[in-house]
């Protein structure tokens, strides 16, 4: 009987310590999703600095940006300091960065403990590198509690400034934003291990088993329901070979890919689409899902490729409007008999285009944000002519982003190699090359992203 108590006691601290980690995580998710959805630098530094003092409880705490060549204030945001000298405390600020000791081997940490320059309420600070040129610092006061910083919240620190640094860094060049934090991505894979030797303790208990039964059983339908929103074989009677697939690294994922016939433009015309929703999981799901019906929907009515695209942005903003999610999305429209691409690309990657004929590679460009961002964007559409005998590649990030236990990159260079040997099979084979290619590459390291893959090879 002591040892099911004991084993009871100690079913309830992990559960106690599995629920704290993951509010810490869901918190942190949160304020990612948030601050990456804002594009200014003060508004960035400004979110960051509430965010951190409402969760440690601080009534005092500044953050600034500077250049390191010249010190030059970029932005300085602060939050209390009643009876400080605003401009003294930037300057002091500036001048304790710019100390070699505090940025070597600048890395983030948490500094504790007096700090020469700046005022006696400053009881921590985490300097801070955006590139070569910017720098920053972040300074918080005493909590309330009047408890010092422990470990664990020095760690939550040091992330919510790298998720910070991220912001920045797509703020000053708005490209894909697909970068996670290191240690947001520790943390997860820790708190994964631990809920799984949780799941085993828990269906000791039969009155967790039910409850997990149910999740893992939702999940599955999910899961099915997703599946069959992708096509489920090639569409028939088209100028071109064609083939695609999709694997999540979760039961549900945001990676989106479509054949869509438009019997407006002609029986043998079709648009492919493929796309990227931010994160993965339900919500990525549920999104990738609106975006579906609406593309599916808005291509029955009349219009440009690049008006289809504008208006579904502008449903898709109305849906994003809280939540930060976004998606990238390739949009192209072929017309088969005539062998003319029109495309959208709204802040996905660029489209492959491969000429086994001259050995050479192209690729399908364009400007523009992804979906969800602003709903009064205005996208312009491209146009070029394919020729018989090239293949086209579309893919989401996740298959260039692979990485494997060493930590190298599979990379667009090594996608182009297997499409060069595999040039003489069909759409199908090529897709199938590229997916093995991928796995071998990866080999045991964990699949970080949902990957997707689109093939077509013009007849």
């Not at 304020?31 to 990456?36: L, R, Y």
């Not at 999305?329 to 000429?355: C, I, M, N, Q, Y």
Request: aromatic letters at 8%; charged letters at 25%; a negative charge.
């Amino acid at each position: 009987m002591e040892s099911q108590n004991q084993a009871e006691q100690n079913i309830e601290q992990a559960v106690e310590e599995y629920e704290k980690c993951n509010y810490q995580l869901n918190t942190l998710f949160d304020f990612s999703k948030d601050i990456f959805g804002i594009l200014d630098i003060k508004g960035i530094l400004k979110n960051s600095l509430l965010f951190t003092m409402g969760n440690f409880g601080v009534l005092d705490g500044f953050v600034g940006l500077f250049n390191l060549s010249s010190g030059e204030t970029i932005q300085f945001v602060s939050q209390g300091h009643q009876e400080a000298d605003l401009e003294q405390l930037e300057r002091n600020v500036s001048k304790t960065l710019m100390q070699n000791s505090l940025m070597d081997p600048g890395a983030i940490d948490v500094r504790c403990g007096d700090l020469e320059l700046l005022p006696g309420s400053v009881v921590c600070v985490l300097p801070f590198k955006v590139n070569g040129q910017m720098a920053g610092m972040m300074g918080l006061g005493s909590k309330l509690i009047g408890r010092p910083y422990a470990d664990d919240e020095k760690k939550m620190l040091v992330t919510v400034v790298n998720n910070m640094v991220v912001a920045l860094q797509n703020a000053e060049s708005f490209e894909e934003i697909n970068a996670l934090n290191q240690d947001l991505l520790e943390n997860k894979k820790q708190l994964e291990t631990t809920l799984d030797k949780l799941r085993v303790a828990v269906r000791k208990k039969a009155k967790y088993s039910k409850h997990l039964e149910k999740i893992i059983a939702a999940l599955n339908v999910a899961q099915e329901v997703q599946q069959s929103l992708l096509p489920q074989h090639p569409p028939e009677k088209i100028q071109f070979d064609i083939s695609g697939g999709s694997r999540y690294c979760d039961e549900t994922g945001g990676d989106y890919y479509d054949y869509i016939e438009l019997p407006r433009l002609g029986s043998d015309a079709y648009a492919i689409a493929v796309g990227d929703v931010s994160g993965h999981g339900i919500s990525s799901a549920l999104l990738m899902a609106s975006v579906r019906a609406y593309l599916r929907s808005r291509v029955t009515q009349a219009g440009s490729v690049a008006e289809i695209i504008t208006d579904v942005n502008r449903l898709v903003s109305a849906d994003t409007m809280e939540t930060n999610q976004f998606m990238t999305l390739f949009f192209l429209v072929v017309e088969g008999k005539s062998g003319r691409l029109t495309w959208v690309r709204a802040g996905h990657d660029p489209a492959v285009v491969f000429s086994p004929a001259s050995n050479q590679f192209g690729e399908l460009k364009g400007g523009g944000i992804p979906l969800g961002v602003d709903e009064d964007w205005r996208y312009e559409e491209s146009t070029v002519q394919i020729k018989s005998g090239q293949i086209l590649v579309l893919t989401t990030d996740g298959i260039m982003e692979s990485h494997n236990q060493q930590g190298d990159m599979f990379g667009k260079d090594r996608i182009k190699a297997v499409i060069r040997r595999n040039a003489d099979l069909d759409a199908d084979g090529i897709r199938r090359a590229i997916f093995a290619a991928v796995e071998d590459f990866r080999g045991k390291a964990p699949r970080e992203d949902d990957i997707t893959l689109v093939v077509a090879k013009f007849l």
